[in-house]
């Protein structure tokens, strides 16, 4: 293994540690700075556990949504190609290129109440804008793409040959996707719905707009991070902030693990 | 085909539909609600020509320098063994999963008025690129990684017997090897940037004509509901957006000649 | 220009991969270096191309030390075994990298790589790129272009390991003739002990990091120095108790050897290979040309007899 020239790891290092590494610490430290009572009431603030729950409920729909729409559309464009699919294909990549603040603006324009379906679903019952759903609907838009990015191209690698001998040892069509297919990309799924859910809790540009921001009642934690900072409740501001950042920092194991776990695997099919 | 396949592939469309067709149907309409002269002036305002300039500028401004450094990381994480280096490893993913509003009011603590270490880049361009920088680091280590690490580097040992010093070697043989994934690397980052707001709206400051930036002014737009006006910059900044990165594109496939 | 090793020794970690090779390659041979996996030869190549440094010992081309001289300096012409195609160049290009290196006017650079071109048959190729081109004319081309340089000695790591039997073949007759055209010392490191044979002036066997014999093919293959060559250059088989190459055995009248059965014939084309068992149930095998065969007529369960092949 050639060493790279010392210069170049040391400014490396310095570069990602001072960009990336110092925020990150940055944030901790301000959290602890008070002590730990200081720091309790803070988690116990109402208005940001309100917004904790919030941001939980809106994950425990949008990333089942978004792995089913995924796992399945996957297939589909893997397994079933036509003009239909590629065209898919490209569509489904779109939300991940765009600004949150035009994904919410789009959504105004089509569900808000003076949008295209807005008062239709009003007369239904159905507030889109400044409520629940309105967040669900930004939250999938924005992580759209993350699961398929990520089991299309293992499909397409694994290939059918596994499925097909299953099929001569007479395995019928549920059989094969259950035990064989599902089995097949676990590990990019899960990869794919750590990286969804990691979005749909840290959305704020896309939330921002779709939601009014009413603090106790649409207000995601992010959105009631950046309301902190907006009025100088700094401090209250970098607890909700360690707590994101926290729960960053155990997706980002949740997601080295599943790499890991898919690496494995692909030494084992070499 | 079973009529379950059917049924399932019916309401992937339709989910799809609801979720990104109906809306964007929506925000070409509202665009063009004034008519061609209507998108027309929104899009040439001055706040808007100004917030877009600035935001392309920030945007190219960081993913280039970042291109630089995301080949610099990916390097010494894969061709270098030190301590430390699973740690950097994770780092580089945190602005994957840091939501944007967490990075942006930690910079904007650490780099702003309040600044620990008495630096003050709020309302500058300086600000602005630095934490777009932050938030697309890892679209540049992340795509040129795994093509360094299935490099077998034999090119690079049979130009050294043909008489090129390592910088020559780095220059013909690596960089354009590298090209294609960097390139679509910087491509990514850069659409990300683009679009960016949570990271950055609290230390550029949002003033009108100096630092704010596009996503910024499309939301003052929305607030006020000026629908129209926000409709149609933001298909102008889409539509150059997409210009940019098919151009990007087209780059990284002129320099995967050799692949094909 | 020849070339001297003395004493070289190199360990990776705790692996003594090369111990005390000492070996001089004349000027002008086609040398083999044959040996199987992790016997050393391709470590032993690298350091001679400057590649890899030995831990002690150094290499001598033509009299002078080049032991602490960088590779771009050693004026080597080296083949990988992947042939390390320049993807991003056309065949043109990759050919002539080492010229433009040199600083060559681009009349100059033009003229002698349409000689080369010429000379590995590519010339229709120039523009084309590495990944469109057949493993065989990526390998005409790894060799022009180290060719281009006017290299003082030619070292080609398992050239032909990747390629089709018939095509290896014909590589192996071309490069061969090839060198003798251009009289360049070269070395060819190989595990393949025919491809050896067929091609080199001197054979150079190595196992385990040592150079066990070295000398041409004939007196290799006739005068083996241990059981290791003996097995390792040729087929073997044992009849009463030693080790023989099946084609000294030979069927005979009986009374004049001893009697074996016949337990299985089998037809590889030119030749023909008989096993047969003896009273203790002990099996050798008796290689025949086709046409020795023919005459004979052999079948499963037939009692023959068999002896040494008397000179």
Known sequence: ?270 | MSPVKGVARGAAVTFLSLVVLIPFAALITNAFNGGVSGFWSAVTAKESLHAIGLTFFCATLGSALNSAAGLATAWVLVRDRFWGQGLLNALIDLPFALPTVVAGVTLYALYGPLSPIHLSLTGTWIGITLAIMFVTLPFTVRAVQPVLETMTFTAQAAAATLGASPIRIFKTITLPALAPSLLAGTGLAFARAIGEYGSVVFISNNLPYKTELASSYIFSLTSSSQNTAASAVSLALLVVAMALLGLFSVLSYHFSRGNR | MSIWLKNISKTFGSDSVLTDVTQEIPEGSLTAMLGPSGSGKSTLLRIIAGLEKADSGLVEINGRDVSSVPVRGRNIGFCFQDYAPFNQLNVFDNIAYGLKVKKLSKTQIRQEVAELLALVRLDEYADRYPRQLSGGQRQRMALARALAIKPTVLLLDEPFAALDAQVGAEMRQWVRSLQHQLGITTIVVTHNQSEAMEMADQLIILNEGRIVQAGTPAEVYEFPKDEFVHSFLGPITTFEGTALRPHHIEFCDAGQGVGVEIVDVLHLGFEVRVTVKSSDGALTWVQLTHDEAQRKSFANGDFVTIRKRIS
């Open chain 1, 1 to 270: 293994m050639k060493r790279s020239p010392l210069t170049l790891r040391v400014a490396v290092l310095t570069y990602v540690g001072l960009l990336i590494g110092l925020p990150l610490f940055f944030v901790f430290q301000q959290t602890f700075s008070r002590g730990f009572g200081v720091l309790w009431q803070a988690l116990n603030d109402q208005q940001m556990d309100a917004a904790m729950i919030l941001s939980a409920k809106v994950a425990l729909v949008a990333v089942p949504l978004n792995v089913l729409f995924g796992v399945g559309t996957s297939l589909w464009i893997v397994r079933s190609p036509s003009r239909i699919t590629t065209v898919l294909d490209r569509l489904i990549d779109i939300p991940l290129a765009i600004s949150p603040i035009i994904v919410g603006l789009v959504l105004m324009l089509a569900y808000g109440q003076n949008g295209w379906f807005g008062q239709t679903f009003a007369s239904w019952g159905w507030n889109i804008m400044f409520s629940y759903p309105g967040i669900v609907i930004a939250s999938i838009f924005v992580s759209l793409p993350l699961v398929s990015r990520q089991v299309i191209p293992l499909l397409r690698e694994v290939g059918t040959h596994a499925e097909e001998t299953a099929a001569t040892l007479g395995a019928g069509p549920w059989r094969i996707f259950f035990t064989i297919t599902l089995r097949s990309i676990t590990w990019a799924t899960a990869y794919g719905v750590t990286l969804t859910l990691a979005r749909v809790i840290g959305e704020y540009g896309a939330v921002l707009v779709v939601s009014g921001n009413i603090a106790l009642v649409t207000q995601t934690l992010t959105l009631n991070i950046g309301a902190n900072f907006d009025n100088f409740n700094n401090y209250q501001g970098f607890v909700g902030s360690a707590v994101l950042a926290l729960s960053s920092i155990i997706i980002l194991s949740m997601l080295s693990i599943a790499r890991n776990r898919e690496r494995k695997r692909h030494e084992y099919l070499a």
